[in-house]
């Protein structure tokens, strides 16, 4: 059994983490930190856990958690991860990083969205964590870098394309929809049950922070750099991230069916729909699935992308679990089975 | 008062009107017809109108209904709407057609997304009623096509900037999020609670009947014609649809908030945002609002318009009402002063 | 005009009132406090009152308040209501209050189950402002104490019941179902969308202060005191009560259909349902009716009452407009005239 | 592996059925029937399941279907498995069957609140299979009869304080709320989301058909029959049922808390609130367990227990699999160690 830790498992993303750790056959919650919840069992914070993950939460200095655990996954905001992760890899721990911090290559870039970096030394080693795109990679890393969960959908709607050269990297517009643990559990009236129940609105047009990264990565993927159109929407519902994805084509459109099939072949966790069928968020609730459909329009000259993940799974906590697995040299997909809960 | 007829009332676009109806200071419904509601109070069937609108619907002939009112709304769908609506204008009626059926000028455009069309020769007659664009013809007509409900909330965003020339008219791409009242009232397993709650999905992408309306509306506001991409999607509330659209700006922008306020100067039902702020849906529901916010990303050359209805007001019945009033010298407002409800 | 003001407006409940008086004829709103918002229009507060509440909020001193308008309705929370109410009743303003501190008229209950009570001395000329069974008093009263919102569905469920003696009323249990407005717009981890959203539980168990006030009102009816089981409980909505009351019958029970019809004869907020029928909260929604269902069921010889509310309206700021009137001699119902809105 | 087989897949139970059984250690899905979605995957009728529970669906007649595996679930309507059932068994299958055709133990009560039964040789061989009270009989039985989803919840609540005396038979009042899917996927007008969403409503008031079932297993317990009032609820959820029940104490009450303790030590599936707590239906969502939580109220002489579960597992699919363990021999839990899913 590996030992593992959560630093900062008071927030929905740690819950879950604590939620897939329970059926891990071969991970074992050894220490879980909050301050909040200090001295208090991580099951009265979320009481679906009672029976099932009890162990009591602490609040550690850094110094006292690298002794606790062989591996950890640091689910606090941005800004405080590049605090807490250099000194778990100095103690020779591996580490899945779900914040920010370690996402962008170019500290530059990081600095114009977010604020000064303190440990820009680490991002060459950091790999971002999209396994379909960097298995490789993430098998030798001591840190990863869990992707945004708007990134991860809209990266692996597109790719086969990019990779392909199909469509032009300056048409891109990505329309995202998301459900509101997406904003965590801090209370804050804008996402009260009354204010966002029954309505539908958008937010951050045009200056949301996870835009860097979508562009860093499907620039990999077509070999220049870009610039997309990324509005991000919020949703009356808990989990779920559905990404409508425009493009212009370029030249005769090939199969699209056949270019996903084939891109995605032994993919684990990407599920393509048929023809004619579209995901939604509802059918990959609560695993770690990415559902993709597509279409080409021919009235327009676009191609349209819709992909679904479960916010919290496949766009945070089930994602590093499968980042965990691959850095340990484990089955991908160990503790990762659940299948979809629908209704 | 206006004796005032609703064809097919038993269903949520019928039943809104009656509720608008109730408060209108110069209409009565006198006459409601529905074929499953027959012989029952309209009150039985949404009794959240008890006491309100306790009016008996009854299953009429055609022959029957124009003599008990002075105006109808034909609440009923497309290609049933062709054959109501004939005889009504023949007997000096005045209309308010809230179905397809007489919204697209052109009928082999009509038959391309319907079916055929069998009152061909009433179509040069009538009159597109979005009375922000076309309120004169309006006042004259006596055949007003109420807009669709995704139509009305992306024409309105877009009107301005196409007017004034400074989008490129092949660039547009409207993503539109509607509430599940949209989907009507007949049972069927795709709108159940279940299938519907806590998810999100696109449906009809590329396909929406809708299209061809958005089309001829877009084209007559910058003078040519032109293809948009257009994806509806389903969101779990009732009641509202929010559109974001993007299109690609042509030379340097000029204030848009201006720009909007002048063109949408004196106009009771639009209410534009303040820079920075953006429209939810929540917050124009139950009323005849559209609320507009604006964004110009100099990153991308993109301008970003998000648009708001309630989609069984202003798309529906409400804007019926609005129609009504203009058609009988009424204040364009009466019976149309609901705050919006929130939360 | 009679020139009205909100002390706490930037609540749900004030900005019920502002909704409510933006349609009233006869009112006018002259003031508007919130420390939140000072300085600001009400309508950024709820961007739903955009051009029609953009009344600016103020921080003002309860000295400055009173010459700002003839009526005030303090929506603040208990223990700081007993501070504003005295000095606005001492310049001669007349007051609906809406929160608990006046509704009590035993100071010891008050204090047993809130805090000190340190305006004792008023509590003899609070009037409880359940208009339909406390009109005339309320005519003649300066300070009205608003009902609470369980405590309105209730006793006008069991009112009939309890005056004619057909129920035990030591048997009587309340179990009552709320949507999440009534916690108010305070930011807080538990009524955040994503731990209440497709969720539902019960809280404070036979400890809810709703208790003692359910108890005195009855209790007048019956004419002895009782104890009540009452345990709320939080529905996934966003607006309405509606509760399940249960008696056990003594005798021979007569036709309770006509028994209620008899005793809310002429009420306009009041609605029955027909025989075989129960309310929903969906079909009050927005609205200041209150719908009462009807079984007595021979197997077990109980009686069961089924109330709805909106819990925003005749839950609060509803009622306390229909007490509004009733002070200033206007029609009950003026302002009041909303339909029901639904879907 | 055990084969196994579900007639009726199609509906939500049956969904839920596939969805346990892909998890499932030791039992295999070799059939699954259904008449809409015959020669279709059953992940066309649930995209949920893609590439989980691809099976086939199939319209086989009662003859075909015993030779395909050898234990089945039967998860159709009431009166159509009392057709089923007997051939399955005369087959040398073992049955748990989900419908109410075989949990009254008494014709004459099943007659009366359902019709005609045209099995009644089989009801004395039929064990009620709520494992908690009657796991022996279960282990030994050919045919399970599942308990209806509102008994599972209100029976375990009740039984340890009947089971000692401790309250009044004749006093039990059990308020149940419960999501939408105990509704089932049939298209319906009553259960589309516009009609449930936002809104809260009673139904079958003193009429439901699981009181019978309620009164006989709660008068096993205390040793005579007795009659409830039971009044089934319908919350804006998915998923979960929550029972408050209400009874009078007799006598002096001990220490409730270490009274359930003792009863249900050492349950897998049964977990007691701590003191001053109460459960949560998205608490135990997508699992197998039942959350209890108890208050016992001095001023009004009342016990309350309320108590959790997720209607499509211990409700129905999960304890389904629970007796089907029972019945195999193997361990009880086995493919339920599902932890609940929050948020």
Redesign the interface.
């Known amino acids: 059994m590996i030992r593992v830790g959560i630093v900062g498992a008071s927030g929905?993303t740690g819950?879950e983490l604590a939620?897939l750790l329970?059926?891990h056959p071969q991970a074992q919650l050894t220490v879980a930190t909050s301050r909040q919840y200090a001295g208090k069992p991580l099951s009265q914070a979320?009481?679906?856990?009672?029976?099932?993950?009890d162990i009591v939460c602490e609040d550690l200095p850094v110094a006292d958690l690298a002794g606790r655990a062989d591996f950890f996954f640091t689910a606090v905001p941005h800004q405080t991860a590049m605090d807490i992760v250099p000194p778990l890899l100095d103690a020779g721990k591996k580490v899945v990083d779900l914040s920010a911090d370690f996402r962008l290559h170019d500290p530059a870039v990081y600095e114009a969205w977010y604020q000064p970096h303190s440990a820009r030394e680490l991002l060459p080693k950091a790999v971002y964590g999209l396994p379909e795109l960097h298995r490789g990679m993430i098998g030798n890393a001591s840190l990863v870098a869990n992707p945004g969960c708007y990134p991860t959908g809209i990266i692996l709607g597109l790719a086969p394309l990019l990779k392909a050269g199909l469509i032009d990297p300056d048409s891109i517009?990505a329309?995202s929809?998301s459900?509101?643990?997406g904003a965590g559990?801090?209370?804050?009236?804008g996402?009260?049950?009354?204010?966002?129940?029954?309505?539908?609105?958008?937010?951050k047009?045009?200056e949301h922070r996870h835009t860097p990264e979508i562009e860093q990565e499907l620039g990999k993927l077509c070999g220049r750099s870009l610039?997309?159109?990324f509005?991000p929407?919020l949703?009356?519902?808990?989990?779920?991230i559905?990404s409508?994805i425009?493009a212009r084509a370029i030249g005769a459109m090939p199969d699209l069916a056949g270019l996903y099939q084939d891109f995605y072949r032994g993919e684990e966790f990407v599920?393509l729909?048929t023809a004619g069928?579209?995901?939604?968020?509802?059918?990959?609730?609560?695993s770690n699935?990415c559902?993709i459909?597509l279409?080409f329009?021919p009235?327009?000259g676009?191609v349209?992308v819709?992909s679904?993940i479960d916010n919290?799974v496949k766009g945070a906590a089930g994602q590093a679990v499968q980042n965990f697995n691959l850095m340990c040299g484990l089955p991908e997909g160990a503790g990762l089975?659940?299948?979809?809960?629908?209704?």
């Open positions: 929905y819950a939620r329970c059926n979320f009481p679906s856990l009672r029976g099932r993950a517009i329309d929809k459900g509101v643990s559990r801090a209370a804050q009236t996402t009260l049950y009354c204010e966002v129940a029954d309505g539908f609105k958008a937010y047009v045009g610039t997309v159109s509005t929407h949703v009356p519902m808990s989990r779920g559905l409508t425009y599920r729909c069928e579209f995901p939604a968020t509802q059918y990959v609730r609560g699935y559902d459909g279409k329009d009235r327009t676009r349209i819709v679904a919290v089975g659940i299948v979809p809960f629908f209704p």
